[in-house]
C-alpha cells in the first residue's frame, strides 16, 4: 500500500494537481 507514491506508481510528476484530489483513495 503506497498511500504517498500513489500517483508516482501512475506518472509522478504527470499530474501533481491530481494528487490534491484523491491520491489513495481510489487506488487503496
Known amino acids: 500500500?503506497?498511500?504517498r507514491r500513489a500517483p508516482?506508481?501512475?506518472g509522478g510528476k504527470k499530474?501533481?494537481?491530481h494528487q490534491t484530489k484523491?491520491?489513495?483513495k481510489p487506488r487503496c
Do not use: V
Request: proline fraction near 17%.
Open 15 to 17: 499530474t501533481p494537481q
Open 8 to 10: 508516482s506508481t501512475r
Open 1 to 3: 500500500r503506497r498511500m
Open 22 to 24: 484523491a491520491p489513495a
